[in-house]
T-cell receptor, first 113, second 117 residues
Framework: AQSVAQPEDQVNVAEGNPLTVKCTYS??????LFWYVQYPNRGLQFLLK??????LVKGSYGFEAEFNKSQTSFHLKKPSALVSDSALYFC???????????FGKGTRLHILP | GAVVSQHPSWVICKSGTSVKIECRSL??????MFWYRQFPKQSLMLMAT?????????EQGVEKDKFLINHASLTLSTLTVTSAHPEDSSFYIC?????????????FGPGTRLTVL
């Protein structure tokens, strides 16, 4: 069965500092990995995805994520955080043998001015 | 491309009434649509998967007689919450994929907030 773990409920980062939001996964077969962001009372906004190819994936708003097969991780990163990055971030995974995308529990990111 | 809309964006209803939520793919044919439910400060939980023209497949623990899903066309799926109660209050999000989108991706709607009084 596929699963996603986001070990941190909340991450606090000072504005201008680098940020990392952690994600590990478990799937059968090859993984397809996604990051989404959700602002209060809004739907999901797609940030980036890993399907195949380069392990370092660049996405929207300056975010990037690195696929690490040996550690089964797909951590989200940004070199310099903005206050406007404060939101709820979801990691999601789909195995190529599975039909559904499964979401992690979410990590709330607080960027402190 | 690959835009999904939901209507309404929010709805308030009385306990015991039924509420219908629409999910539309605006610029692609959605052969498969997914319905998720999100409780406050929690993750998205998959409720059901619907393929156009066939019955929806519900996840374990989801009452199919309470959450009626219809996917009668390639651009529209509906979720009807029957005899709604306050515990059904939640944020409902749909997603879709089609033959011209990647099988491994889903495109999400903006969500519908349901409040049952």
């Amino acid at each position: 069965a596929q699963s996603v773990a986001q070990p941190e409920d909340q991450v606090n980062v000072a504005e201008g500092n680098p940020l990392t939001v952690k994600c590990t996964y478990s799937v059968s077969g090859n993984p397809y990995l996604f990051w989404y962001v959700q602002y209060p009372n809004r739907g999901l906004q797609f940030l980036l995805k890993y399907i195949t190819g380069d392990n370092l994936v660049k996405g929207s708003y300056g975010f990037e994520a690195e696929f690490n097969k040996s550690q089964t991780s797909f951590h989200l990163k940004k070199p310099s955080a903005l206050v406007s990055d404060s939101a709820l971030y979801f990691c999601a995974v789909k195995g190529d043998r599975d039909d559904k995308i499964i979401f992690g529990k979410g990590t709330r990111l607080h960027i402190l001015p | 491309g690959a835009v999904v809309s939901q209507h309404p964006s929010w709805v308030i209803c009385k306990s015991g009434t039924s509420v219908k939520i629409e999910c539309r793919s605006l610029d692609f044919q959605a052969t498969t649509m997914f319905w998720y439910r999100q409780f406050p400060k929690q993750s998205l939980m998959l409720m059901a998967t619907s393929n156009e023209g066939s019955k929806a497949t519900y996840e374990q623990g989801v009452e199919k007689d309470k959450f009626l899903i219809n996917h009668a066309s390639l651009t529209l799926s509906t979720l009807t919450v029957t005899s709604a109660h306050p515990e059904d209050s939640s944020f409902y999000i749909c997603s879709a994929r089609g033959p011209l989108t990647s099988y491994n991706e889903q495109f999400f709607g903006p969500g519908t907030r349901l409040t049952v009084l």
